[in-house]
């Protein structure tokens, strides 16, 4: 059974511009969380979509934004980047109840310039 | 407070050794607990789920001590390859999302 896959692996951007990362859940996992790892930091809470909806939001500035579409795939956007949006951008997939585990893809490594 | 907490370590120890991590959480009506392996550079893989009796799978036990608002996780027989970084994962109340710690780092030497 294939797991949760991201893409792309690497994404260089260049300060100001937009990146927009995808996200494939496991298959029968309808909800999606994206997670941001800087450099020497934690894993720290982005967005989470689940059933096509917005649920959750970490404390993030609103030039973070994604969508989650009808096969449950989403895709994570992120406005006028800075240097300090450099980091790993993970996403996860679950059942979506409280007690469910999520299983994370490989990540999309983005650096922007 | 902060939602979770890890003592980041590293924890330096020999093979075969018996190593523990802790892992505090502020908020008493979580519901979920998970640890994660995440090596250097890589994704997060789940380790364990961390139920109220406690739980084993192989040399690792993980513990939920309600009480005391913490969950721990023991590893018996370290080997070269259990070197990583260990992060705590707790529901944040009412969602699934997780809220993880910072992780703490392992490193098994010969």
């Known amino acids: 059974e294939a797991g949760v896959t991201q893409s792309p692996t690497h994404l260089i951007k260049t300060r100001g511009q937009q990146a927009t990362l995808r996200c494939s859940p496991i298959s029968g996992h309808t909800s999606v969380y994206w997670y941001q790892q800087a450099l020497g930091l934690g894993l720290q809470f982005l967005l989470w979509?689940?059933?096509?909806?917005?649920?959750n939001r970490g404390n993030f500035p609103p030039r973070f934004s994604g969508r989650q579409f009808p096969n449950y795939s989403s895709e994570l956007n992120v406005n006028a980047l800075e240097l300090e949006d450099s980091a790993l951008y993970l996403c996860?997939?679950?059942?979506?109840?409280?007690?469910?585990?999520?299983?994370f893809g490989q990540g999309t490594r983005l650096t922007v310039v | 407070r902060k939602e979770v907490e890890q003592d980041p370590g590293p924890f330096n120890v020999p093979e075969g050794a018996t190593v523990a991590f802790n892992c505090t959480y502020s908020?008493?009506?979580?519901?979920?607990f998970f640890w994660y392996r995440q090596d250097c550079r890589k994704e997060p893989k789940l380790l364990m789920s961390?139920?109220?009796s406690g739980n084993e799978d192989g040399r690792f036990t993980a513990q939920l001590n309600r009480a005391s608002q913490y969950i721990s996780l023991l590893i018996r027989d370290s080997k070269l390859s259990d070197s990583a970084t260990y992060l705590c994962?707790?529901?944040?109340?009412?969602?699934?999302?997780?809220?993880f710690g910072k992780g703490t780092m392992l490193l098994v030497s010969p």
């Open positions: 994962a707790v529901n944040k109340v009412g969602y699934s999302t997780l809220t």
């Open positions: 908020n008493s009506a979580s519901q979920s």
């Open positions: 996860a997939s679950s059942l979506g109840t409280v007690r469910t585990e999520a299983f």
């Open positions: 979509y689940d059933e096509g909806e917005e649920r």
């Open positions: 961390v139920y109220s």
